[in-house]
């Protein structure tokens, strides 16, 4: 049988598949459903240095093959994550890698060194790129910003650090570069796409936040070409995300250069969906004699 | 205020039933009967059951639809064809199979021997409230007030017509075809000023709901409600489904609700 085995820096995962963050929460949810042990890691919703309440209501639109929302990163804080989530992830073998976010460098800092002394928390994913908060885009927007932040968090930890890119910039891959100039372990691209939806009835926007970011199976073709630049012009791995609904999503994505993927919105269409999409690649590298994983990697490239 | 029940997303399964029968009562109307269930399926009146409506990626998100009752290991549901995904359930035919996730999200304090709860449902809102009557103890007593636009809408209620119970239909319509002519909102405030109620229950368009929160206010009683959210995942995991709570907080409808304290609920919503 295939191995799908893969490796992200420092990191041994024991097959390529996790959760996106965010679309999963701290993982407690989808515990009655399956057995989070499968998963190659697990990605928790956006952790920030303090409690925070999130965007008014409606959050959620529904649009053709695609979802807006605006969450507004709605979290328990860094110490409500330690005291309330921790001792449930401990009960599960997968590397935990913690999605961060902050108002500014000297909070991202914060969180990172408050949850790097828990022994639980086995990487880092900061999040440059959420469109639902103000101030969390110009980091991540500009080659010097994302050099700045990921230099500050690189003396913040020795636990594996990934960026993770929004594809809102005009060159995500030079972003990408950044990133790994200044000691990123690896890049996660993308976070969702910014966008907006009007009720023509109410004369007004659909979100209470106004704008939002789309994900799903819609931006699927923009995270591929994404994930391919970035491993044309990175050496460090890139963990692909953005659309991926089923196994030959996934495998459209390695064959692209990623070496791992999330799985986002397709959570909430069906839970199982990670699990499927693990059954479904290693069926497909079984059916045509592919050994390991390392072997789709990049394979689409010339 | 009685305890709400505590939410029971653990009990959650996802399974595939299959259709054993569509019944049409009014244009876009129709009760839809799932069998092969998982073993030992049951609910707490209030539940949900979050269904797939298609296999391809239109419509994307699952559908939530409140549980009307279970009963000779079939799962009913009351529901009404509002756009793209409800009309997909109703095209449906016997022998298919669909998708299923749940029961989810909270319930209805059950109705005690010797207490009387008020209700108040429209439309398809009455489904959940019916399933409470279904589930009350023997020796409960209540008054439903059931509204829909016209009297073709009402169901066959036989199936809810309790001999071991005390409870008492009371119909309005918006054309006047079966009793009440108007809101069924307008039987409820009648009603709570005459008779003594422990609490009262709503489901059906936030409007209706808030006027019903209106009549607890000023009979000074308890109410839960059923609330209507667009939701994400069902499962408590996204924080889409919220609502807003008196203290400002942002609340999940999917699993803190959505049966919550009525005195919990930010009413005015911008
Ligand atoms: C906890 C919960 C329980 C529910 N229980 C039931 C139930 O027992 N029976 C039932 O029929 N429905 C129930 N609903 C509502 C049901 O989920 C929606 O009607 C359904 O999701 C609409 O999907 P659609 O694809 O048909 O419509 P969409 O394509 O999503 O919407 C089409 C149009 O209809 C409008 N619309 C959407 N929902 C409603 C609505 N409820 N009423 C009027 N217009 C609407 C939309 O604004 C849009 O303009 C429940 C909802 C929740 C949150
Ligand atoms: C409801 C929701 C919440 C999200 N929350 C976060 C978050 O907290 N942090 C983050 O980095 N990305 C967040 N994302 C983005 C996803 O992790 C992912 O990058 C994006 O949805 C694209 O993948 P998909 O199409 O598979 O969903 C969120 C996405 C959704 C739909
Ligand atoms: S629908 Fe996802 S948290 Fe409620």
Not at chain 1, 89 to 97: A, D, K, N, T, V
Not at chain 1, 163 to 188: C, F, R, Y
Not at chain 2, 15 to 36: C, H, K, M, T
Not at chain 2, 227 to 255: K, N, W
Request: aromatic fraction near 6%.
């Amino acid at each position: 049988m295939a191995s799908l085995e893969t490796r992200i820096g420092m990191l041994h995962l024991k097959n390529p598949v996790m959760p996106a963050s965010g679309t999963f929460g701290y993982g407690e949810e989808f515990a009655p459903l399956f057995d989070l042990n499968e998963l190659g890691a697990i990605v928790s919703k956006a952790v920030s240095l303090h409690p925070r309440p999130g965007n008014l209501p409606p959050r959620l639109v529904e649009l053709k093959s695609s979802l807006l929302n605006s969450i507004g990163l709605q979290n328990p804080g860094a110490e409500g994550f330690l005291r309330e989530k921790i001792p449930f992830l401990e009960g599960f073998e997968p590397p935990l890698i913690v999605n961060v976010v902050g108002n500014g460098i000297e909070e991202y800092q914060e969180v990172v060194e408050k949850l790097d002394e828990c022994p639980r928390v086995d990487g880092f994913e900061i999040n440059l790129s959420c469109p639902n908060v103000k101030r969390g885009l110009e980091f991540g927007t500009t080659h010097s910003g994302v050099e700045r932040i990921t230099t500050a968090l690189r003396q913040s930890t020795r636990k594996p650090l990934w960026v993770k890119l929004s594809p809102n910039v005009p060159d995500p891959a030079d972003l990408g570069k950044a990133a790994e100039g200044a000691g990123a372990d690896a890049i996660v691209a993308i976070n969702t796409l910014g966008g907006m939806a009007v009720d023509i009835e109410k004369k007004r926007p659909i979100l209470g936040a106004q704008f939002g970011g789309v994900s799903g199976p819609a931006v699927k073709p923009v995270a591929l070409k994404i994930v391919w630049n970035l491993y044309k012009h990175l050496t460090i791995p890139v963990i692909g995300v953005g659309g991926i609904m089923n196994g030959r999503d996934a495998i459209e994505f390695l064959m692209a250069g990623a070496t791992a993927v999330q799985v986002g919105t397709a959570n909430f269409i069906n839970p199982c969906a990670m699990i499927d999409i693990l059954r479904e690649i290693r069926s497909w590298m079984d059916s045509h004699e592919v050994g390991r994983l390392e072997e789709l990697i990049g394979a689409a490239h010339p | 205020m009685p305890h709400l029940h505590h939410s029971c997303q653990e009990q959650a399964a996802l399974f595939q039933p299959v259709i054993a029968d569509i019944q049409d009562y009014s244009r876009g109307l129709f009760l839809l009967a799932l069998e092969d269930l998982p073993e030992g399926f049951s609910f707490k009146a209030g539940q949900f059951v979050h269904i797939r409506v298609s296999s391809s990626d239109h419509p994307l998100l699952r559908r939530p639809i409140s549980i009307q009752r279970v009963h000779q290991g079939r799962l009913e549901l009351l529901i009404r064809e509002v756009g793209v995904g409800t009309q997909l359930l109703h095209l449906s035919k016997p022998g298919d199979r669909l998708d299923v996730l749940g029961p989810l999200g909270t319930a209805f304090s059950p109705i005690q021997p010797g207490e009387r709860v008020l209700m108040a449902g429209g439309g398809v809102g009455v489904a959940p409230l019916l399933a409470v009557i279904d589930q009350a103890a023997v020796g409960a007593a209540g008054d439903l007030c059931y509204g829909v636009s016209t009297a073709s809408e009402i169901q066959e209620l036989d199936p809810f017509q309790r001999k071991d119970c005390f409870f008492t239909f009371h119909f309005s319509t918006d054309d006047g075809s079966r009793g009440h002519q108007g809101f069924c909102t307008d039987v409820a405030r009648l009603l709570a000023g005459k008779q003594v109620y422990n609490r009262i229950y709503t489901c059906g368009p936030w409007i209706m709901m808030q006027k019903v929160f209106e009549i607890a206010c000023g009979a000074g009683l308890p109410v839960e409600a059923s609330l209507e959210v667009q939701m994400g995942c069902g499962l408590g995991a996204c924080l889409g489904c919220v609502y807003q709570s008196t203290d400002g907080e942002f609340i999940r409808s999917c699993i803190d609700g959505p049966v919550v304290d009525g005195y919990t609920v930010e009413w005015e919503r911008a």
